[in-house]
């Protein structure tokens, strides 16, 4: 997802994806369906393609989104993951 999203694409993905609750926000930056939900796929990838009539707006929207998250900001995190782990020990 996040690799699409770079790339100004709008995502579909299942609601079990790890990173749903952070990158996918309906009808902004694609769509999520449930698991298994054969026809909440279908009606999230015709609305993905719908959304992306206006390509140049929705490739903004996903840009302006995953630009929050580089390999900067997850090295950092992991530092301070780490780092809060060994404040405790």
Known sequence: ?????????PVV????????PELVLDGVTGYSFPVGDT???GAAMIATATMSMDRLEA???????IANYTPERAASEILRGCLRILETT
């Open 1 to 9: 997802m996040n690799e699409a999203l770079h790339y100004g694409c």
């Open 39 to 41: 026809r909440a796929l």
């Open 59 to 65: 490739a903004r929207r996903c840009l302006d989104l």
């Open 13 to 20: 993905v299942s609601d079990i994806c790890g990173c749903v």
